[in-house]
């Protein structure tokens, strides 16, 4: 006998149902997901999903009682301050005398 997975709610959503459970658009989420701010999501084959705990949990990190309570605040879908990355050199050259052609 077959086992009825109809019966079963849905455990991932794809993206534009995801966007719609937060109440965000669904390019909002993909901008999250590009920028590391969103929630967390698993790539199946080609296909983005996101678990429903982890849509819930993500949310829920937002969560607050009063205006001045900072602990609640989510991060906007922008990038992150690239103070973070390690800082790449590039070669100089060095300074050419006066007078004289460069090699």
Do not use: C
Not at 29 to 49: D, F, I, S
Not at 90 to 96: A, G, I, Q, S
């Amino acid at each position: 006998m077959k086992p009825d997975f109809a019966s079963l709610p849905p455990r991932f959503l794809r993206t534009p149902e995801a966007a719609q459970f937060l109440g965000l658009s669904g390019r909002t989420l993909e901008k999250h997901r590009t920028y590391g701010t969103g929630p967390a999501y698993r790539k199946l084959g080609g296909r983005v999903v996101y678990a429903l705990e982890d849509l819930q949990s993500w949310a829920s990190r937002g969560a607050v009682t009063s205006t001045s309570d900072p602990n609640g605040a989510l991060s906007a879908a922008k990038p992150r301050p690239a103070t973070s990355l390690p800082a790449i050199g590039l070669p100089t050259r060095p300074p050419v005398a006066t007078g004289q052609r460069p090699r």
